[in-house]
């Protein structure tokens, strides 16, 4: 295995891949869909599949030795130490962080050091740097710096407005996002918590903020630590209301502007959008809670909306706080979903709104479809969601006891579920690292290729999030950027990531090229390989041999290991 790949050999493994894909991944869960009800199939998982389906589902991703010890220890031994992070100890991941400097301070920290480009501009123009558009100087610093890249002019710019930064105390403002992906993608390799990153990916995806509007550039570093992290297992309640009051979901979804339209405000404070904002209303009973078919009407967003009047931020561009400001507020009666809430009140409306809707009955459906959605399939079975939703219905919200309900379930368990998922860009980036036992930085270059995949972190516009479905991420463009990352990754072309491909190769080397397919895809995909995958391998033998790095990296593109 010491000879190149033709090209022409690599673009040939990856088209039949992506044909395997297409009738397997999105046309099943489309039947899926439609069969909503389905029962758990007959077949039952071996006692090896069981403990990676587990694994798989609740981590990012099988590393060495991880199928072995999690099959010593028992599955449900290995679950519970999951379900209580606190107890996990977790050094190596906190000292890969410990040197990440924003992910440690205080919004008004963050802010001091990522001053808003008012205060920016002005500072910059004080040390003789006088643009009219701050954003061309930022994207003047973004300048690629290699041969054919900036022009002189550009490096020039970058050089003095480095070096003004600098002395006025400050950091690039491109540097905050990348430092908040940066410890994303270190905690999803390198955590001992898995579950509990799991989590809080899946929680920040549910309530979503987008990280370049604004003030949230500032904000949203402690809304994932502070609002998101703590709240993973514990009362849906706690989680939603942490969320409300979060100075970061206030400002992007508009309704720390919100106010009663029978009192008028300074316009230099709050411009032209006095009154009234539905927004955050709107998405916190479609999105956040009920969903979209929860039972609620206009007038019931309207009624939320005055509910949440004065639920405000103090100086949101300086690192603001929560705050209540009962000017604002609508005082009147409200009535949400045939509930009546009595004139005269404060932040109390608020605050019985939001547990209104956590103790909902749709809430405890759509919660429940969402997670099963997540863990177990696109189209997960109407039995399932339904026992999910009792118990969510019975403990008044507790997300862990809602867990354990799923991993307890038989249809968690069927064959069907085994690989029914497919792994969005972060989640199958991070995997092959943590399969590879590779080591990352995290950093812009490793980020890029989850953007180019159409997944940057903490950068989706709309308030739904990324999807978690496959129909979003299969089809033929996006499958060869997959293959193209794990080419890359496995041949050690990604800056800031260094794989060792010896570390996996087998005591004794094998003698043909058959042995070696069976080696890797034994190391890498546990033997769980279909015929069509094994045969395409197979017949890429034939014609040429090839080396190490391409082998692995095309059983990392392949169907199998996109699927968790």
């Not at 603001?320 to 400001?325: C, D, L």
């Not at 039995?383 to 379930?409: H, N, P, Q, W, Y």
């Not at 995909?525 to 990296?553: C, E, I, N, W, Y």
């Amino acid at each position: 295995m010491r000879k190149a790949l033709l090209p022409a050999l690599v673009s040939l493994l990856a088209v039949g891949m992506v044909g395997e894909w297409l009738p397997g991944a999105v046309q099943n869960a489309a039947q899926k869909s439609k069969a909503g009800d389905r029962k758990p199939a007959a077949k039952a998982l071996t006692e090896e599949q069981r403990v990676l389906h587990l694994i798989e589902r609740t981590s990012f991703g099988a590393r060495p030795g991880d199928v072995e010890r999690v099959r010593k220890m028992g599955w449900r031994r290995h679950l519970d130490e999951q379900m209580h992070p606190e107890r996990i100890k977790d050094e190596l991941v906190e000292a890969k962080l410990k040197g990440i400097e924003s992910i440690h301070l205080t919004n008004e920290q963050i802010a001091a050091l990522y001053p808003p480009p008012v205060v920016l501009r002005d500072a910059l123009k004080a040390k003789g740097i006088d643009l009219a558009d701050i954003q061309n100087l930022a994207q003047g610093a973004n300048a690629e710096m290699g041969p054919g890249g900036a022009s002189e002019e550009q490096r020039k710019m970058r050089r003095e407005y480095i070096q003004a930064m600098r002395e006025l105390g400050y950091r690039l403002p491109q540097q905050l996002v990348q430092e908040l992906q940066q410890s994303k993608i270190l905690r999803a390799v390198y955590s001992e918590r898995q579950l509990q990153e799991v989590m809080t990916d899946f929680w920040f995806n549910h309530f979503n903020v987008f990280a370049q509007k604004g003030a949230d550039r500032v904000l949203v570093t402690s809304y994932e630590r502070d609002a998101i992290r703590p709240n993973v297992f514990g009362k849906f309640e706690d989680l939603l209301r942490a969320t409300a009051k979060s100075p970061a979901m206030l400002f992007y979804l508009d309704n720390w502007q919100s106010m009663t339209p029978n009192r008028q405000m300074p316009a230099r404070r709050f411009g032209n959008r006095r009154g009234l904002n539905e927004n955050y209303a709107r998405e916190i009973m479609e999105l956040h809670t009920l969903g979209v078919d929860g039972g609620y009407t206009q007038k019931d967003v309207q009624e939320v909306a005055r509910c949440l009047t004065g639920w405000t931020i103090r100086n949101p561009l300086r690192g603001g706080e929560f705050v209540f400001n009962p000017v604002m507020h609508d005082r009147g009666e409200k009535v949400v979903l045939g509930e009546r809430i009595a004139a005269g009140g404060g932040i109390e409306d608020g605050e019985k709104v939001i547990r209104l809707l956590a103790r909902h009955p749709s809430t405890a459906k759509f919660i429940s479809t969402k997670l099963a959605r997540r863990f177990v399939s696109d189209a997960p079975p109407a039995s399932l969601v339904d026992r999910m939703a009792e118990v969510f219905r019975k403990t008044d919200g507790d997300i862990g006891e809602v867990l354990r309900a799923m991993f307890d379930a038989p249809e968690f368990w069927a064959a069907e579920s085994f690989r029914a998922k497919i792994k969005t860009p972060f989640e199958m980036t991070v995997s092959a690292v943590r399969a590879l036992g590779a080591e990352t930085n995290g950093g812009p270059q490793f980020h890029r290729w989850m953007a180019q995949m159409g997944e940057g972190l903490f950068l989706a516009q709309p308030p739904t999030g990324y999807s978690d479905t496959a129909e979003t991420w299969v089809n033929s463009a996006a499958l060869l950027e997959r293959m193209n990352f794990s080419l890359a990754l496995a041949s050690g072309r990604i800056p800031g990531t260094r794989v060792d491909l010896k570390a996996l190769d087998p005591k004794a080397e094998p003698k043909t090229p058959t042995q070696w397919v069976d080696h890797y895809l034994a190391v890498l995909l546990h033997g769980q390989v279909s015929p069509q995958t094994r045969s395409t391998l197979d017949r890429t033998l034939k014609d040429a041999q090839m080396d190490r790095a391409k082998f692995v990296g095309m059983i990392l593109g392949s169907p199998e290991f996109q699927r968790q």
